[in-house]
């Protein structure tokens, strides 16, 4: 989108022109946001001064009319003709210190860096007409006649570049001019991509504009953060290219942007935050190709492979993965959907947003503004006659009635819950209401999962534990001569950190027949837990336990994501 659209956007919302008069100029033929800005102007609807006005108070930077000013300094003594070409700036001279320089696009951040390393002083960029300082700048450097001095008005625009080295942004209005503070906005996607984030952070502190990536789980401050000056053009532009409303900064707002970094897809679900200092931008990143992961990638071993691969090819039932938000619940859900998805069968999702497109099918969005909640778009999935369907989380009793319903008319069920461990998901259901008999019938299994970072495979090493950390497994430490344990030392691939990527360590319960009679009887999380440990079900810190062992994570991030079965008296 080029700052033409942002100016549109800017004039419409603080209504210098109506919607129908920029309806009625598309309907004449005005084809994209430059022409249309130009019509605009040519037919009086849109005033230059308004909008350099306007510019000024988006981006809190003074504006002046260039006719109005005494421009007999010699400009030579700052800045030469082809720098002042260069950037279309020109030097207005020096004020307590500071040297003032006119420019046209407020977006043009390269002008300012470069103007004040080369002056040596601190720059202060004011806003002045994009015609006036090319006229001034021929006036006063090409000797160009001043009779000849008539600045008028003009409309402020410049087009997008194209993007940074294997960085394509997917929107309108995309051409070949190099504004950087597009270019650093691209780069700041490319690097998180690149590290493999998971999330950008962009947040406005009293003192800095702080720039975090989160990596495999962890937030990693950037070595070089955007300066804070930089903070107002930044969000706006991250705001314009997610659609999102650049007026509206006292409200949180939810964007979406699609990028192409090194010939991939990828999907930037944004949302902004008023804070006190400014708006707060996160940045998730939506990788396509996770859809693909296999259940052993997700961290399955053989074993628990084997029964779960079972659990998803039931013909009905419902089947819940619990944990809190962050532990790849939904990322294991569209798994399950990929290995299941055949031609015979017909699978229709209801997600709170879409994250992924997947090929073969439907996906419902929930829009509460339309009504569309999950229960209601639920109640219209069932006349569609699927034989899966996947809620992306059961929430009220309304939706977890209807799940439960067509689970038992011969549908098959997948959604998530926000829960500590996989037996806590059955009394989650009662205390939203769901009779107990219900749940006892209809619930196959919960298996509750947190993700733990991976030793990176290119630098890992065996290890000796200390005696500390085997008494924290739990482990006997006559075993741990045949155990594996690794630790990664840090390389190029994981940059430095010793690990790369995460996978989930889970915990499988199942409802079996006993388990169902004591849910029916009104049993507790802390009962049905027990129960399932006697017959066999391994907790999450077992399951920690055994991939530590087997040497594909370490001790510490097993200890952090789990706790230790408490004694029962």
């Not at 946001?33 to 306007?54: N, P, S, T, W």
């Not at 006649?145 to 008539?150: G, I, L, P, T, V």
């Not at 789990?562 to 008296?569: G, K, L, Q, S």
Request: contains cysteine.
């Amino acid at each position: 989108m080029s700052n033409a659209s942002l100016i549109i956007q800017l004039v419409e919302s603080k209504q210098l022109v109506s919607a129908d008069q920029i309806e009625v100029l598309k309907r004449s033929g005005a084809d994209g946001d430059e022409a249309l800005l130009a019509q605009l102007e040519d037919k009086g609807f849109l005033k230059r001064r308004d909008v350099i006005d306007l510019l000024s108070e988006e981006f809190a930077m003074p504006a002046v009319d260039l006719s109005e000013l005494d421009l007999s300094a010699d400009p030579n003594e700052w800045i030469g003709e082809e720098l002042a070409r260069r950037y279309n700036a020109y030097p207005l001279g020096l004020e307590n210190g500071v040297v003032q320089i006119a420019i046209s696009d407020p977006l043009e951040v390269e002008a300012i860096d470069g103007l004040t390393h080369i002056l040596k002083r601190q720059v202060e960029p004011v806003l002045a007409d994009a015609r006036q300082i090319s006229k001034v700048i021929s006036i006063k450097y090409g000797g160009e006649s001043e009779d000849e001095y008539a600045l008028e008005d003009e409309v402020v625009t410049r087009s997008d570049p194209l993007a940074a080295d294997g960085v394509t942004m997917d929107h309108e209005g995309l051409d070949d001019d190099d504004a950087p503070i597009i270019r650093l906005v691209q780069v700041i996607i490319a690097d998180a991509i690149r590290l493999r984030a998971s999330d950008i952070h962009l947040e406005p502190l009293e003192p800095r504009f702080r720039l975090r990536y989160r990596v495999d789980g962890v937030l990693e401050e950037a070595p070089s953060p955007p300066p804070k000056r930089l903070q107002l053009p930044i969000v706006s532009r991250i705001k314009v290219m997610g659609k999102m409303s650049i007026a509206e900064k006292r409200l949180p707002q939810d964007g979406r942007i699609q990028v192409r970094v090194d010939e991939v897809d990828y999907d930037l679900r944004v949302s902004s935050l008023p804070t006190a200092y400014g708006e707060s931008i996160v940045m998730r990143i939506l990788d396509k190709s996770g859809l693909m992961l296999g259940l052993p990638e997700l961290g399955f071993l053989q074993d628990d492979q084997a029964v779960f691969e079972n659990l998803i090819t039931l013909p009905d039932g419902i089947v819940l993965v619990t944990g809190p938000t962050g532990s790849g619940k939904t990322t294991t859900l569209y798994s399950c959907l990929n290995y299941i998805n055949k031609p015979d069968r017909k699978i229709i999702t209801v997600e709170d947003p879409i994250e992924y497109q997947m090929a073969g099918i439907n996906q419902v969005p929930v829009n509460r503004k339309t009504g569309m909640t999950f229960a209601a778009a639920l109640k219209a999935m069932l006349r569609q006659a699927p034989n899966i369907i996947m809620i992306g989380e059961i929430r009220d009793k309304e939706t977890a009635e209807i799940a439960i319903n067509a689970s038992l008319t011969g549908h098959m069920v997948f959604s998530t819950l926000h829960t500590n461990d996989a037996p806590s998901a059955v009394t989650r259901l009662v205390d939203i209401g769901v009779k107990p008999y219900l749940v006892a019938t209809s619930l196959r299994a919960a298996m509750a999962q947190r993700l733990v970072r991976r030793i990176c495979p290119d630098c890992k090493e065996p290890y000796e534990p200390s005696l500390h950390e085997v008494s924290a497994l739990g482990l006997d430490p006559s075993l741990v001569g045949s155990s594996n344990f690794m630790k990664g030392l840090g390389c190029r691939t994981c940059h430095g950190h010793g690990v790369k990527g995460r996978f989930g360590i889970f915990e499988i319960f199942l409802i079996q027949e006993e388990i169902e009679r004591a849910i029916y009887t009104g049993a507790s999380a802390a009962q049905l837990r027990l129960m399932a440990k006697e017959m066999g079900m391994r907790t999450m810190r077992d399951d920690g336990v055994r991939k530590v062992v087997g040497g594909y994570t370490s001790v510490e991030e097993v200890l952090s994501v789990t706790v230790a079965e408490p004694t029962v008296v």
